[in-house]
Every structure is written in structure tokens, then in C-alpha cells.
């Protein structure tokens, strides 16, 4: 695999897409773009809240992604726009120092999240000035990952037109972690495989270092992905930050119990690391040490040993300040669990026994059992359409992204997929004006698609 992002040639007149894009960007700024930049959604097929965990999961690209067309120039600023009219045009000054408010997650600060991370990593200052066309296929809020996609097509953007050159894993690394400019505390998946995806293949991304190791899909099954049209933005809520320092106390709770040294520890992994465990032996861990009723603060500090000050400042992040009781039992059991899964997933994928697809699908039901009743990041919705997806042929169906609202993902053998679609279309969206308003872009078969590029005009 190549170290850094392909530049691709590609015909503008033959693809209708960039064709569209070009002659927007031409009405409105009155030039040509330079360059093309792209970054895929992608769907996580098993690993589910894990990677903010330390634990490996396994997603694949897919073919709905973040395409901005780009030109350069010394004007100072940098002016973003988007093709679609609901989200507004915004510009920043090149020199002064850019704001993103965490408050307020509109699309342009999701842009800037990665033009601040390339920014910072190379002291660039001031910035080479940009005029900017965005244009995204992935559903919003959908557990697609358009935010990190956005994030990863404005990093790739930024160094390209500050004629900087970074490594696919050096790339994902930057947009990770600027990616929590906006507040969201995630584990660098979907970064991950925005940069590091190969079209036909899924991968397992493994963090520390980070690496990524193709996995074979069976070629008997496809999967495919059904949104629930329940929207979720990560920043916007503090559901998924409350999970992030939920599994923070079970790691300190569990590394306390066996005499380690808690307080440099932050992740469930490295709790099994420092103890030389396997994970059924982890899982045995978190039923003796850990409770199931919820944890109040003061018990933590208690157990801990700190201030409730220290508790606040040092162990809460900004959105979670407020909350008063933390799930550890529940949330350190999904975790193991379902880094258990993804390596039993990986496994089966290379070894391909005569069953794969059942067992496969086995791995997938489970996952979603333990996201609905031991990390409760579901939502009725998506209970409901799993239930549909399982009625009408997947051999196993689970909520894909953070979940409280988005995608599932259904393993489908082959020859059941015309009538698996035609099933969950008349189950789920036709009874319902607003998802059959939204059926077209959220019910697909998704095949595993390539990693972000730079395409310049043949």
C-alpha cells in the first residue's frame, strides 16, 4: 500500500459529480478549481465504541464521500462554501487564530477542525488562502461518518494546498485528534479508514501503532446498510462523551483493584496490557470488581481516592460536567466483549469455514444486544428496523456509528438480496412519509470502496 494519498487524474467532462462541482465553484467565485480532494464514510461492520477503548475494529470505505473542489490564492482568507443551500458559506481570516465553537457543531467548523490540525502540526503561518466548494453523498447524523469524512477531505485539502506532505497514517493520526476541536472524544476509526481504506477489502485497524490489515469478506453475502432516520450529532449531545469517560472510571476502578498504577491509565485496553490478560479473563474481572448498580461521584472519589475538584477537572470533559451517575459494570462488559467479537469476526473471515455467513451474522446479533442493553447507545427506532432487517432474510443485523439514532448494517446472503430490500422497504419506510421521503439514500448495498485522494483535471 502506498504511504501517502493518491493523486489521481480523472476526466471532469465524463463524471458528472465533478462536473457539477466545477461549474459551481466557477459561478460563484468566478475561476477554475485547482484541485479535487475526497474522503469516504465509512460503516463500521463490527467494534462498536471500542477504539476510544484502545481495542481494534472493523470497518470498510464506503462509496458515499466528501468531494471539495479547491483553488489557491494570497487573499488571505479562506472561503467555504457547500452545494447544498441549507448549509451557509463561511470564511476565516488566514492569519488570525481559528475558532471552532463546540457549542454550535455547524458544518464549516468541521472544516476548519482540519485545517487548524494540518495547520498546527506544521506551524503554518499564515495559511496559503483557499476558496472551497464542498460537496457530500453521506447521510448526515446517519453513524456514516460525514463529520469525521469532513474533517479528513479538509486536513488532505489544507496540505495539499500548502504544498505539505504527509504519510495516510500520519494524516488519520492529525485528523483524529483535531477532530475533538468540535468536542468529540472518539477513538480515530473513522479517520482511520478514511485514509487507509483499499478498495474491495474491509480492515481491521489496529491503534498503537496504528496499522490496518485487509480482511476478506465472503463472497457469498453482502451488506448493506438501512438507515433508522433518526438523527444524531455527536457534538451535539453528551451521550457519546458520557460513554468516553464512563469506560475512564471503569479503567481506574479496574487497574485500583489489582494494585496498578491507576491515574496514568485512561484506556480499558491498557488495564488488560498491564495485567497480561486475555479478555475472558478481563471479563471475569469486571464481575468481580465492578458493581452493576450505577456509580455515584462521591463513590468514585471515595474509591479513588481524590477530590471531588480533581474529579471535575482532571477526569470529566466539558460536556459531561453535569452528569451525576456512570454505568462501569455495563460499560466495561460491552467493551471486552466486543473486542472479543471483532477478533472472532477477523477470524472467521480468514479462515472461511462452510458457515461463515451464520456465524458472521451470530457475531453481528450479539453486537447489538450488548450496544442496546449494556452500552444503551441505541434507540426504538433502530431496535425496530434490526428486527426488520432479521424478519426479512439478514442472517445478522446491528446499529452501525455511535448509534441513539443512524445506520444499521445487515449481513444478507446473496441470493436474498433483492427480496431483503423490497421486505425492509415495505416494513420500515413506505408506512412512513419521512422515511419514504428519505428511502433512496438510506437503504443501499454497500461493497468496500477506496481511501481519500486528490484528483487533478486530466
Not at 23 to 38: D, H, R
Not at 151 to 176: D, Y
Amino acid at each position: 500500500m502506498a504511504s501517502n494519498p493518491p493523486k489521481l487524474k480523472i476526466v471532469i467532462a465524463s463524471n458528472e459529480r465533478f462536473r457539477n462541482l466545477k461549474e459551481t465553484f466557477e459561478k460563484k467565485y468566478g475561476e477554475s478549481p485547482v484541485f479535487y480532494a475526497c474522503a469516504p464514510g465509512r460503516v463500521n461492520l463490527i467494534g462498536e465504541h471500542i477504539d476510544y477503548c484502545g481495542y481494534s475494529v472493523l470497518p470498510m470505505a464506503i462509496e458515499q464521500n466528501i468531494l471539495a473542489a479547491v483553488s489557491v490564492n494570497n487573499s488571505g482568507t479562506i472561503q467555504m462554501a457547500n452545494i447544498n443551500p441549507q448549509y451557509k458559506d463561511y470564511t476565516v481570516s488566514c492569519s488570525e487564530n481559528i475558532a471552532i465553537d463546540k457549542d454550535n457543531p455547524k458544518w464549516y467548523y468541521y472544516f476548519l477542525c482540519g485545517v487548524k490540525g494540518i495547520q498546527e502540526n506544521f506551524g503554518i503561518n499564515p495559511l496559503a488562502g483557499m476558496l472551497c466548494v464542498v460537496d457530500g453523498t453521506i447521510p448526515p447524523s446517519s453513524g456514516l461518518s460525514s463529520s469525521s469524512a469532513l474533517v479528513c477531505c479538509s486536513g488532505l485539502v489544507t496540505m495539499e494546498a500548502n504544498q505539505k506532505s504527509l504519510s495516510k497514517v500520519a494524516l488519520a493520526e492529525i485528523c483524529a485528534k483535531c477532530e475533538r476541536y468540535i468536542g468529540t472524544e472518539g477513538g480515530g476509526m473513522d479517520q482511520s479508514i478514511s485514509f487507509l481504506a483499499e478498495k474491495g477489502t474491509a480492515k481491521l485497524i489496529e491503534f498503537q501503532p496504528l496499522r490496518a490489515t485487509d480482511v476478506k469478506l465472503p463472497d457469498s453475502a453482502v451488506f448493506v446498510i438501512s438507515n433508522c432516520c433518526v438523527e444524531m450529532n455527536k457534538a451535539a449531545s453528551s451521550q457519546f462523551n458520557i460513554r468516553v469517560v464512563e469506560c475512564r472510571f471503569a479503567t481506574k476502578m479496574l487497574a485500583r483493584a489489582r494494585g496498578l498504577d491507576w491515574s496514568r491509565l485512561m484506556k480499558l485496553a491498557q488495564v488488560q496490557m498491564e495485567l497480561k490478560a486475555s479478555l475472558e479473563e478481563m471479563l471475569a474481572l469486571v464481575d468481580e470488581v465492578l458493581h452493576r448498580e450505577p456509580y455515584s461521584r462521591e463513590e468514585i472519589c471515595k474509591e479513588l481516592g481524590i477530590t471531588s475538584e480533581q474529579f471535575s477537572t482532571e477526569l470529566l470533559s466539558t460536556n459531561t460536567q453535569h452528569v451525576m451517575h456512570f454505568k462501569l459494570y455495563q460499560r466495561a462488559k460491552h467493551v471486552y466483549g466486543e473486542a472479543a467479537r471483532v477478533l472472532q469476526f477477523k477470524s472467521v473471515c480468514d479462515s472461511e469455514p462452510a458457515d461463515s455467513i451464520q456465524q458472521l451474522g451470530e457475531l453481528m446479533n450479539q453486537s447489538h444486544d450488548s450496544c442496546r442493553n449494556l452500552y444503551e447507545c441505541s434507540c426504538p427506532e433502530l431496535d425496530h428496523l434490526v428486527r426488520i432487517c432479521l424478519k426479512s432474510g439478514a442472517v445478522g443485523s446491528r446499529l452501525t456509528g455511535a448509534g441513539w439514532g443512524g445506520c444499521a448494517v445487515s449481513v444478507v446472503p446473496t441470493e436474498k438480496v433483492e427480496s431483503f430490500l423490497q421486505s425492509v422497504r415495505e416494513e420500515y419506510y413506505q408506512p412512513d412519509p419521512h422515511r419514504a421521503a428519505m428511502e433512496k439514500q438510506s437503504l443501499f448495498v454497500s461493497k468496500p470502496g477506496g481511501g481519500a485522494a486528490i484528483f487533478l483535471e486530466e
